[in-house]
T-cell receptor, first 114, second 110 residues
Framework: ETGVTQTPRHLVMGMTNKKSLKCEQH?????MYWYKQSAKKPLELMFV???????ENNSVPSRFSPECPNSSHLFLHLHTLQPEDSALYLC?????????????FGPGTRLTVT | EDQVTQSPEALRLQEGESSSLNCSYT??????LFWYRQDPGKGPEFLFT???AGEEKEKERLKATLTKKESFLHITAPKPEDSATYLC???????????FGEGTQLTVNP
């Protein structure tokens, strides 16, 4: 595997379900991110982790719960979601402290809440 | 608060017809301005980083330029495979957060 991988690629869940999204980066980076991309809206930053520590929570509802067990893996736990949470969820990684700020994205998980 | 505005929202070109996409931004201190390409159903693909006014970067038919208020992505003699949504983002000196614009959807017809 290379780059940033995400599973599953597609997910359909009911409002009462609990599911998790997984992200893995194979780039040796030390920071990881969750973004939400809805139709006709800019990418919205949700969470930032540096060296496994959460450094930013962009006022995300508690029905989204992130977990970062190490610098290579990031999870987003989902429970009691709303239909408006349907979107493309993107994971990204970067090497903070290198002087280069670019983030590398995974292919995303297309989430549909019914 | 950082702001990024991209124009036009959508652009249709004929193959070989050169044009430019605009990204206007406001940020308290610019660490970097980033261009990404996004194909339908996929994650954004990194293209360029620009760090200071006057800087230019090139990759195949794409050339990105930066001033203190805006960036341009110039597309020279585009091909149908250049069709995608092009995203612009800025990063402040104070952190790692990227603030994205809404993107320009480019369609190149053969």
């Amino acid at each position: 595997e290379t780059g940033v991988t995400q599973t599953p690629r597609h997910l359909v869940m009911g409002m009462t379900n609990k599911k998790s999204l997984k992200c893995e980066q194979h780039l040796g980076h030390n920071a990881m991110y969750w973004y939400k991309q809805s139709a006709k809206k800019p990418l919205e930053l949700m969470f930032v982790y540096n060296f496994k520590e959460q450094t930013e929570n962009n006022s995300v509802p508690s029905r989204f719960s992130p977990e970062c067990p190490n610098s290579s893996h990031l999870f987003l736990h989902l429970h009691t979601l709303q239909p408006e949470d349907s979107a493309l969820y993107l994971c990204a990684s970067s090497q903070e402290g290198s002087g280069r700020g670019e983030q590398y994205f995974g292919p995303g998980t297309r989430l549909t809440v019914t | 608060e950082d702001q990024v505005t991209q124009s036009p929202e959508a652009l249709r070109l004929q193959e070989g017809e050169s044009s430019s996409l605009n990204c206007s931004y406001t940020v308290s201190g610019l660490r970097g301005l980033f261009w990404y390409r996004q194909d339908p159903g996929k994650g954004p693909e990194f293209l360029f980083t620009l760090y200071s006014a006057g800087e230019e970067k090139e990759k195949e038919r794409l050339k990105a330029t930066l001033t203190k208020k805006e960036s341009f992505l110039h597309i020279t003699a585009p091909k149908p495979e250049d069709s995608a949504t092009y995203l612009c983002a800025v990063q402040e000196t104070s952190g790692s957060r990227l603030t994205f614009g809404e993107g320009t959807q480019l369609t190149v017809n053969p």
